[in-house]
């Protein structure tokens, strides 16, 4: 396993990490979770990733009794929960003081431990005044409940705003952020955050490394039963990713992908996730799994990375045809 630097922080993270959204609790019971975390683990996975509102907490509840069954050292556990969506009432979404403290300790409840090593705010929340979340990080931090914190989908000037907060008041300022991230996701990282990765340090778990699995190639010829997009709660993400001009576009692309995979010995989704990993700006490329076969698959992704070479990442690009525009260098003219 490859560690990297959290951005500018002092905290190793495994390159790949695991997370268990739409999984654990919907695909994933507690016995297959332990099989799955404990291949991740002996494959070298030290980060570990969840959500209050991932299944209304039974994600985060299978993960807290695996880990206490597993009986790892804490200190080889990167564990993080992210706080936004933690329930129906009037108090209970949001990143105000109140849901962030009450957020956190129910989730360190579930996820039976005392700490988690990285808090996410799920979202930017637009009723709430920024300070009011960045004291309410600190204060959890401060309280030992949280290492470090960060945002998940906030746009940069967001980013820059809590910052600029953060170091008026003399508090910490957000570490890292979690992205989306895949071959057909690709502005905010590499585009609207290139300046943050410099300037701030800042570091990125990156989530959806395979678009939900499209770039597996798995739904080029049709929707598989059991699959993610064949799920009935989860009919949102079929119509968003597939029922569109540019679903079907996408699927064009994978299409092109497959030779260029197969030339290489790789799985497409091995190839999708060495592309992410091959971004210095990543910290870590989170792979999500429904079982334990796809996951090995994944971790293996680490060895590709050395195949995507000059010539392929051409290749690829020209495949794709979506690459960010870099800003303008004036000083090259
Ligand atoms: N911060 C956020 O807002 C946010 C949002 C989403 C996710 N996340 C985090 O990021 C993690 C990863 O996201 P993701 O689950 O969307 O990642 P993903 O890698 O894009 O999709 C994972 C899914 O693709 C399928 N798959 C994975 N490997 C495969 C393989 N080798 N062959 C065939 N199918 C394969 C599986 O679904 P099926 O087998 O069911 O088809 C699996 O559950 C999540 O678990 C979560 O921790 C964060």
Known sequence: ?????????????????????????????????????????????????????????????????????AGWKRSDLVLSTKIFWGGDGPNDTGLSLKHVKEGTDAALQRLQTEY????????????????????????VIREGKALYWGTS??????????????????????SMEQPQYNMFHRDRVEREYSSLY??????????????????????????PQGSRLDLAKYGWLKEMLLDSEEGRARLEKVGKLAPLAAELDISMAQLALAWCLKNPNVSSVITGASSVAQLQQNLQALEAVSKLDESVMEKIEDILANKPQEPEDWRAV
């Not at 930017?124 to 600190?138: F, L, Q, R, S």
């Not at 778990?205 to 929707?223: H, M």
């Open 198 to 223: 410099r300037e701030l340090g800042l570091g990125t778990t990156v989530w959806s490394p395979l678009a939900s699995g499209l770039l597996t190639g798995k739904y080029n010829q049709g929707i």
């Open 116 to 139: 988690v090593d990285l808090i996410f705010c799920h979202r930017p929340d637009i009723h709430t005044p920024i300070e009011e979340t960045v004291w309410a990080m600190n204060q």
């Open 1 to 69: 396993m490859e560690y990297r630097f959290l951005g500018s922080s002092g905290l190793k993270v495994s390159a790949l990490s695991f997370g268990s959204w739409v999984t654990f609790g919907e695909q994933v019971d507690t016995t297959l979770a332990y099989q799955q975390m404990q291949a991740a683990f002996d494959a070298g996975v030290n980060f570990f990733d969840n959500a209050e509102g991932y299944e209304s907490g039974a994600s985060e509840s299978i993960m807290g009794e695996v880990i206490a069954k």
């Open 153 to 174: 989908e906030w746009s940069a000037e967001q980013i820059r705003t809590a910052h600029a907060v953060a170091r008026r008041e003399h508090l910490r300022p957000p």
